[in-house]
């Protein structure tokens, strides 16, 4: 978990992650210069549970020009810090609650398919007092409704042209995390890893809920403005530069080398990614 100024939603949080029905082993918090009392909450956290609880104050990545730049940058040092010492890695966010067996249904998901090493999941909507507010993230932002029946492109593709990989619902198998890091500056974390993945063919989604995705004024990123917000502009937010940057172009072709179908490498190609992300700007 990344952390700033997050003391209105996190205890919350944290109670969710220390009650889960499969014990986690670890709790690694990075707390990105917080001027509220979220180091206090975090200090007593560590002092509660000290077998579990390890809190990090992250180094100034002065080089994300951008909230979600900065964020993907925050997520790829964490990341790194964390991939050795787990066999599988829960991303969380700071204001959502994860529901009860979130770790046992993932774990069983990597368990029963070993070569799947990213999950992302489906989430029910939460008000700021965590009211349910009868909506599920996925309504807002689906997977393509045949997914596990579509081809390796095609399912690049969709998830090229709709980032529905949501990084708070996301499980990392940590070997996969030795090929995916660092991000790229200017990625998203939950971008990068989910299209990554998808290329490599070792992205899954779990349609089941396995959080409580919080709705507030706060965020920085995600389905806030529910009542105003259009798709295009949350895919905006989710892929800040991808239409306007040659490199975010340059690095998904980059991945050409991560599969062996040829048909995803076509994809990859120059022409290809840029009418993909044209395609979906026209909506």
Same mark, same amino acid.
């Given at each position: 978990?990344?952390?700033?100024?997050?003391?209105?939603?996190?205890?919350?949080?944290?109670?969710?992650?220390?009650?889960? $029905?499969?014990?986690?082993?670890?709790?690694?918090?990075?707390?990105?210069?917080?001027?509220?009392?979220?180091?206090?909450?975090?200090?007593?956290?560590?002092?509660?549970?000290?077998?579990?609880?390890?809190?990090?104050?992250? /180094?100034?990545?002065?080089?994300?020009k $951008?909230?979600?730049a900065?964020? %993907?940058?925050?997520?790829?040092?964490?990341?790194?810090?964390?991939?050795?010492?787990?066999?599988?890695?829960?991303?969380?966010?700071?204001?959502?609650?994860?529901?009860?067996?979130?770790?046992?249904?993932?774990?069983?998901?990597? $368990?029963?398919?070993?070569?799947?090493?990213?999950?992302?999941?489906?989430?029910?909507?939460?008000?700021?007092?965590?009211?349910?507010?009868?909506?599920?993230?996925?309504?807002?932002?689906?997977?393509? /409704?045949?997914w596990h029946?579509?081809?390796?492109?095609a399912?690049?593709?969709?998830?090229?042209?709709?980032?529905?990989?949501?990084?708070?619902?996301?499980?990392?198998?940590?070997?996969?995390?030795k090929?995916?890091? /660092?991000? /790229?500056?200017?990625?998203?974390h939950?971008?990068?890893?989910?299209?990554?993945?998808?290329?490599?063919?070792?992205?899954?989604?779990?349609?089941?809920?396995?959080?409580?995705?919080?709705?507030?004024? %706060?965020?920085?990123?995600?389905?806030?403005?529910?009542?105003?917000?259009?798709?295009?502009?949350?895919?905006? %937010?989710?892929?800040?530069?991808?239409?306007?940057?040659?490199?975010?172009?340059?690095?998904?072709? %980059?991945?050409?080398?991560?599969?062996?179908?040829?048909?995803?490498?076509?994809?990859?190609?120059v022409?290809?990614?840029?009418?993909?992300?044209?395609?979906?700007?026209?909506?």
């Amino acid at each position: 978990m990344v952390t700033h100024n997050g003391e209105r939603y996190l205890e919350a949080q944290l109670e969710s992650i220390v009650h889960q $029905t499969f014990p986690v082993d670890g709790v690694h918090i990075f707390d990105d210069q917080s001027s509220d009392k979220t180091w206090d909450i975090l200090l007593s956290y560590r002092s509660a549970y000290p077998e579990i609880f390890t809190i990090h104050r992250l /180094p100034g990545l002065t080089h994300a020009k $951008t909230i979600p730049a900065r964020i %993907g940058a925050n997520f790829s040092y964490a990341l790194n810090q964390t991939r050795e010492q787990y066999d599988y890695i829960f991303l969380s966010d700071q204001d959502d609650c994860w529901l009860p067996n979130r770790v046992e249904s993932q774990l069983q998901i990597f $368990t029963l398919n070993p070569r799947i090493e990213v999950i992302a999941a489906g989430a029910t909507l939460i008000g700021e007092k965590g009211t349910p507010i009868g909506r599920t993230l996925q309504e807002l932002f689906p997977a393509h /409704p045949e997914w596990h029946d579509l081809s390796p492109a095609a399912r690049l593709r969709y998830i090229l042209a709709n980032p529905f990989a949501t990084g708070a619902t996301m499980a990392v198998a940590g070997r996969h995390l030795k090929r995916t890091l /660092p991000i /790229p500056p200017g990625w998203l974390h939950d971008r990068w890893l989910s299209v990554h993945s998808v290329v490599s063919g070792q992205f899954h989604f779990q349609p089941e809920p396995v959080i409580a995705y919080r709705i507030h004024e %706060g965020q920085s990123v995600g389905a806030m403005n529910l009542r105003s917000a259009s798709r295009t502009a949350w895919v905006a %937010g989710r892929v800040p530069t991808a239409l306007s940057t040659a490199k975010q172009v340059i690095d998904l072709r %980059g991945l050409q080398a991560e599969s062996t179908d040829v048909e995803v490498q076509k994809e990859l190609q120059v022409t290809k990614i840029i009418k993909t992300y044209l395609t979906r700007a026209t909506r």
